[in-house]
């Protein structure tokens, strides 16, 4: 440990790397400053952090951590523009472990509030204490202080009366600075977290295994509503947890996505998790979750936007692939609930006794209804007294005596025929009475040819007219003649590839599958149910579609009992 007043780790980055870094405005409201201010303490491996805000952080915004401190020349020189100890090279931009490198934020406080800065190194016997006032500097001097480092930042755009105008309410403005303070206490549950509005404490967060943090901040949580979830595959790790959606608040409007520990927007991943969860979900809701990926910092460019929310992620395809298994296996091993409303009779579908009379009140809410989405195999064997009945053309009411299912017919067929073309089960072809025939180029065309011997043994005809077209003549036996079109054009768009996509015949069994399946309403013989029972249950995953929707619900006589108590 050196003693050095003059040790400096901050350094001005050169132009060069300036121009490499992604410009704009950080600091748009005492929320930005709260979250660039927390993220230097962070940076600076405190192990308490504690925050506070007045109306809003209008007044005032604190953050005060016990980290490394910094040296008085270090102190004085953090509040110039692009100056940083964080990064040196521009190789260093893909290597970042830090929150911070941009070496902007103190700089950018500094210039539209007035800032104090106290700072001490541990191995020092004095601190150093800096006033900053909208850009210019008022004051330096020795200080006597604790270790560590505070900044108090007063009078938020001040000077600027357009930006201090644009300011909402103090309760917005706290909701806004919540919001970030539970950002970086989720991804940091090993620090000590205190959070101040208007000299009340509203959150002290001890160290505790991220599960524990999690249902402190959500006390509306029972902990068996957590699904806990660590994987890891060559092109990341991810960690964390999943609710389920019978406890997922309807009020939820967001999920936790943290990439290298940092909270992140990712729309691509966002909605693969989403597409999971929304057939079990209300229209509003989304799914609550934290997941926290690790990925090389190589491999995940944050240096997109000036705020740091965005990630560019070199594997995305692989790795929102690779999410979407996870989540779904997580899922599928807890125990579900059928979304209440499925369960209220209502005219419509049940029409009541005639002698019962209407309820004198709104009958209580439903209790969750426990689905066993795995139940034991041997129990997936066809009974005989087999009943059923076909509700809005679509859901298969199935009984199996002593078992009963609710089954989505479309979900079903989907899968049945997506689990019989990935296997690349030879299928007759079944002429079209009416060809399908599309332009195709050169290399489209020599494409396709490569694949005839393996379309063929699929049931699929395609004529190749040199220069001009392909013509599909035939399409695996059992799929309706209006798949041919799609079919058709999905062959030409993998076609036009430079090389063919790795996993074209997944791609091909899943359209096969979607465009495959007869629309509703459905009539259905009882031996047509027990054929497609027999079938699903033969498949790998009879519980959800290859882009992973419900295909069916257990419901055992139990929990069918419970209901109606
Ligand atoms: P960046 O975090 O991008 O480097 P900042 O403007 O936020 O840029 O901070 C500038 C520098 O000031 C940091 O690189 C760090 O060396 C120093 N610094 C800021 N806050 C702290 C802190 N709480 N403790 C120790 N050093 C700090
Ligand atoms: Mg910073």
Redesign the pocket.
Known sequence: MTTDALEQ??RVLPESIINQIAAGEVVLRPASVLK?LG???I??EASTISLWTEQGGKILIQVS?D????SPI?AEL?FERH????IQSAQDLYRILTK????????SIAAVAEVELF?RRPQDALGTHVLMAFGQKRLTEPVRCTPG?T?IVRRLFHRLPVRRKSLRSDLTEHRHNLQEFLRLAYPHPERHFRFYHNQTLLYDLSPAPLLERILTLHPDLPPKALLPLEEESPLFRVYGALVPPEYTPSTNREGFLFVNRRYIRHPGLQQAIYQLYKPFLPAETRPLYWLFLDIPPDQADINVTPSKTEVRLLHELEIRAMLSSIVRRTLARSTWTLPTEWLQPSPATLPSAPSAPPPAAAPPPPRPLPLNPTPPLASEKPATRLSFLVMHDRYLLLHLPPEAWLIDLVGAHERILYEKHRQGTPASPQGLLFPVSAPATPLQLARLAELLPELNAQGIHIELREGREAVLHAIPAGLPPSAGTPLLDFLLEIAQTEALPPDWREGLARHIARHGVPRPPYTLTPEAVETLWNALCACEEPNYTPAGHRIRFYLSPEALEKLFT
Do not use: P, Q
């Open positions: 780790r901050i660039e993220e230097n303490a940076d600076a951590d980290g490394i401190g910094m270090d953090c100056a940083t100890s964080k911070g490198f941009r070496g902007e934020a103190l700089a700072t480092t900044v």
